[in-house]
């Protein structure tokens, strides 16, 4: 996950009944893969399995039942598409460790950066793991009621800044930073977070660069509710803002239509860059 100049594209596949897009709930073997077979064809660098949905106002589901809505995916990748690069959404230590023995190496993705499972960092150090941390406040149960910030943008930075020394002592190498588009934002703070997203890079003081960005606002409500239209009618707008986060900076974009993001980071790559 080092940072390059043509950003990279996540595709998601919701495995569980609950995400708040319906298309991309796949929770059968065939639906599964039917949307890595797309995915790949659409050019995704990496697929991301979700098996608890983190929407807001949503309580989380048991482990255990979120084992069972993660494994099915582990077992279609396993058998048909064992190159591809995955992340696994996840706040639990424990569903590292377990999908680490199923599968070996993977992206964590994690929406709590390490703050809902006191052992997912030493856990990620462990494995070794490239590790996604996000910023939010709360839970997706209460998080909306978190909104209040001075500059929505310095206290993320902050927040981050005092993320990567905790996961760097620990021992974790390989870190993205996720704002938390949507998690503990109003739309207007996700707008400021968007347009002044080149303040979230944080230079990793060895001459390497920053560390990468991950922007994850394909077809939320800071769009739909925004603009008065479903999820199901947010590509086009969706697309757009996904262009201008690339253009501030953003180094993987996080998305449910791959093709429409592959499009545009290829314009992005050979015109605009």
Known sequence: MAHTKSPSVM???????DSFYTE????????????????????????????????PGLKSIP???EWEYLKPGLKVLMKSFPQCTVSIDTFRA??????????????VNDISAGEDDSGMLDMVARLELPYIAMHKRGTPETMQSYCQYN???TEVRDY?????????????????????????????????????LPELK????????????LVGISRKSMIHKFLGITPEESLPATTALNLQAIIK?????????????????????????
């Open 63 to 65: 482990e255990d039942l």
């Open 151 to 153: 500059d929505v943008v």
């Open 94 to 107: 424990s569903i590292v460790e377990r999908a680490y023995d199923f599968i070996g190496d993977f992206i």
């Open 202 to 213: 944080i230079e990793k003081g060895d001459n390497s660069g920053s560390w990468p960005i």
């Open 249 to 273: 900076g953003a180094d993987i974009l996080r998305v449910h239509d791959v093709r429409e993001a592959r499009q545009i980071v290829k314009i992005f790559t050979n015109f605009i860059a």
């Open 24 to 55: 991309s709930r796949c929770t059968t073997e065939k639906q599964i893969e039917e949307r890595f077979e797309m995915m790949v064809r659409e050019d995704a660098d990496i697929i991301d399995l979700g098996a608890c949905s983190t929407r």
């Open 160 to 196: 981050f800044i005092e993320f990567i020394k905790k996961a760097t002592d620990k021992g974790i190498k390989d870190i993205t930073l996720d704002p938390g588009f949507g998690f503990a934002k109003d739309i207007s703070q996700n707008y400021q977070l968007l347009e002044r």
């Open 11 to 17: 595709g998601i596949i919701n495995l569980n009944p």
